[in-house]
């Protein structure tokens, strides 16, 4: 079982960035792979990036490749987000989720653990 507690968000004007953590508890954390999901007003919640159990497997959306970079350190049980260039369609609440990798990377279904959500605000 693992704990996700996500910090780092705020209010950060377009063009500029924001560095995600996501927290876990635990002895377990590297026998899970890591994914970022967000969500914004009105809007299902949607795939951001993922990163398997040792790092050395990363996914992104297409809608942030080039922009964010996902991480881990698995030594302080802490993975990561760094956002670059973003704008205001960046907007929404930021998840973190952790999986056995024996589901979709991309898609809620294959995450088992949740953290609270983080909000990042980009303003024009």
């Known amino acids: 079982q693992v704990q996700l507690v996500e910090s780092g968000g705020g209010l950060v004007q377009a063009g500029g960035s924001l560095r995600l953590s996501c927290a876990a508890s635990?002895?377990?954390?590297?026998?899970?792979?890591m994914g970022w999901f967000r969500q914004a007003p009105g809007k299902e919640r949607e795939f951001v990036a993922a990163i398997s159990r040792s790092g050395g497997v990363i996914y992104y959306a297409d809608s942030v490749k080039g922009r964010f970079t996902i991480s881990r350190d698995n030594a302080k049980n802490t993975v990561y987000l760094q956002m670059n260039s973003l704008n205001p369609e960046d907007t929404a609440v930021y998840y973190c989720g952790a999986g056995q990798s024996r589901g979709p990377r991309d898609r809620e279904e294959g995450y088992d653990y949740w953290g609270q959500g983080t909000q990042v605000t980009v303003s024009s």
């Open positions: 635990g002895r377990t954390f590297s026998s899970y792979g």
